[in-house]
């Protein structure tokens, strides 16, 4: 089917008119481990009764409606329901805290707030009377328990009963027909490693712009499953499930992160986008496979690998065709060695993979275009709607880079090495803040991003974000992120933190894959009486820092982490120590442990 590029608030009516009893979406009930589908004609009925019940509510032209829930059907109704009537939704991460859902509420002067689970629905309303502008939370989980004399809530199946019979059609048509490209869609409150969230405008247009330039490079069609299991309310996910929509792609909902893999296995996806850190996952659980297995298999998978990192890597990244006898073999290799990994991952019918949020390891991309799956790596920010630049599928591509600019997209890089952005996807400004909409842009009007890189041979490649880079006390710049991604491929550790800023060296504060550093501990009889003490261990640390010395030999001396020290317990939420999307804060961290960090620079 050709690409439906319409208005967001006809788009699901548009597409749902050309593939009628098509399957749209499959997903599974709250709770149920049954999967099901819903039409393109039922997916067009269900936003038709969201878009009449918001008016039966009040919903005004323009208002802020929140939703703060997990990925599930009812949150696309809510989007694309609120989207007919001009309305702009707010999402909330579900893993918000109250404080944070508290100052979204206040700043955005929301009236009506979609919640998914128990969780949400509790957190919601011990805020509620400290929210002057909430009236009613609307429950999309029905087996969420709401006390009898709560008159401000009520679940998704009730509030859909104020749409029954479409009472209110010819108004919805009516704001259909007005509703205009300058129209707010989405305000995205960013989690920010420093300081409060910022609301980003995104508008219609800014999608119609993104979802026409993205078309052009991302090859996405009517016949692809899409695994959702990345949260809807970053713009990633959210603006890869428009795109995947206006081609009348299957969307395959999945409502519980921890359920990814098993999803994966059981709906067969052929595209799915997805974050560094999954990918690490993957290559850590094959090569610890591997590592367990005989002598013979453990030859013959590294000899498949080096084969398909030769014949993707060297010969078709590069656009070149590889020779008969290296296509020869990379064939034969793909269909008994390389098949079983990706039926074992569920990605046996694999098409493409997009992949951003994070600096990608050279060493785990490789390893994915290896096995025979195409990782399209891109980078993007809120403030961009998705997507700057990506791998265009057919393309030449360098591992390292983060792709070709979108058509849409100018890029220039400042004098002092940052990227600088302008075209029809860019934001607006901040909601309510415009000192800081000033500050983002320069004075002809490109918007300042934050990220230092550089463009070679027509691809952008990224440094490490501007004001995280960091500055030894002898006088060298140090990109820690760039260090994390090597250093994260190491079965043996599940979450790190460069130290480095004002420091004499670099260090490094780690946290353990606890369950295997136990087994090694087993293993190599090494006793210990709890977490804290395993990670203190002299043999457990010289054994990691092995690890590490092999990871780091191709950066310069200055890069080298030098100390580390392994903590008991993970980063967290709670403790301000993550962001919603799990990037490390790191002035919190600094903070929080300070005691650790001043040990491994003391004399």
């Not at 656009?319 to 390389?338: A, I, Q, S």
């Not at 980078?379 to 849409?408: F, K, N, Q, W």
């Not at 991604?485 to 480095?500: H, P, R, T």
């Amino acid at each position: 089917m050709e690409q439906v590029n319409s208005h967001l608030s006809r788009l699901v009516h548009d597409v749902a008119a050309r593939l009628g009893n098509r399957e749209a979406l499959i997903y599974k009930d709250f709770g149920s481990s049954q999967w099901k589908s819903y039409s393109w004609n039922e997916f067009s009925q269900k936003v038709r009764l969201v878009s009449n019940a918001l008016l039966n509510l009040g919903v005004q032209v323009q208002e802020n409606v929140g939703v703060f829930s997990q990925n599930s059907v009812q949150y696309l109704f809510t989007d694309f329901g609120a989207w007919g009537i001009r309305a702009v939704t707010i999402p909330f991460y579900a893993t918000s805290s109250e404080q944070q859902i508290q100052f979204i509420i206040h700043d955005a002067g929301i009236r009506f707030l979609f919640v998914g689970e128990q969780a949400q629905y509790d957190k919601a309303r011990r805020v509620f009377a400290t929210c002057q502008t909430l009236e009613r939370i609307i429950v999309f989980d029905p087996a969420v328990s709401i006390p009898e004399g709560d008159k401000t809530a009520m679940h998704f199946d009730d509030f859909l009963r104020l749409g029954e019979g479409l009472p209110r059609q010819s108004e919805v048509d009516s704001l259909t027909r007005e509703a205009s490209m300058d129209d707010i869609a989405n305000i995205l409150y960013t989690s920010g490693t420093t300081g409060d969230s910022k609301g980003v405008i995104l508008t219609c247009g800014q999608y119609h712009a993104a979802m026409e330039a993205n078309h052009e490079c991302v090859p996405v069609t009517d016949s692809d499953r899409v695994l959702n299991f990345l949260p809807f309310t970053p713009i990633f996910e959210k603006g890869w499930k428009i795109l995947c929509l206006t081609v009348g792609a299957r969307l395959i909902v999945n409502t519980n992160p921890m359920e990814v893999q098993q999803s994966m296995r059981e709906t067969h996806p052929t595209c799915m986008s997805a974050v560094p850190r999954f990918w690490e996952k993957v290559y850590m659980g094959v090569s610890e496979k591997i590592e367990t297995a005989s002598t013979v298999k453990r030859k013959l998978f590294h000899h498949a690998l080096e084969v398909g990192r030769k014949h993707n890597i060297e010969y078709v990244a590069r656009g070149k065709r590889p020779p008969v006898g290296l296509h020869l073999e990379y064939e034969m290799l793909n269909k008994t060695v390389f098949s079983l990994v990706r039926k074992e991952l569920g990605l046996e019918n694999a098409h493409f993979f997009p992949t951003a949020g994070a600096t990608v390891s050279q060493h785990v991309e490789e390893f994915v275009h290896a096995i025979g799956l195409n990782m399209i790596v891109g980078y993007g920010l809120t403030e961009s709607l998705a997507t700057v630049s990506c791998d265009h599928m057919g393309e030449p591509y360098t591992v390292g880079s983060v792709g070709r600019p979108i058509s849409s997209i100018s890029i220039r890089i400042s004098e002092e090495g940052e990227v600088l952005l302008k075209g029809p996807t860019i934001t607006r400004g901040y909601y309510r803040r415009d000192d800081l909409t000033r500050q983002s842009f320069t004075d002809d009007g490109y918007f300042r991003t934050g990220d230092s890189g550089y463009l070679k041979d027509g691809e952008l490649y990224l440094k490490d974000r501007i004001k995280d880079l960091f500055k030894t006390s002898n006088g060298k710049y140090i990109a820690p992120q760039m260090i994390e991604s090597k250093l994260l491929v190491d079965k043996y550790i599940d979450q790190i933190a460069i130290i480095a800023d004002e420091r004499k060296f670099v260090s490094a504060l780690i946290i353990p894959e606890y369950r295997l550093l136990e087994e090694y501990a087993r293993e190599h009889s090494i006793s210990y009486t709890d977490r804290r003490d395993l990670c203190q261990n002299v043999k457990i640390h010289q054994m990691l820092q092995e690890r590490i010395d092999t990871l780091q030999q191709q950066l310069a001396q200055y890069e080298q982490v030098k100390r580390f020290t392994l903590l008991p317990q993970p980063f967290s939420l709670e403790r301000g120590e993550l962001t919603n999307t799990l990037k490390i804060k790191r002035r919190v961290l600094n903070e929080n442990y300070r005691k650790e960090i001043d040990r491994m620079y003391a004399e």
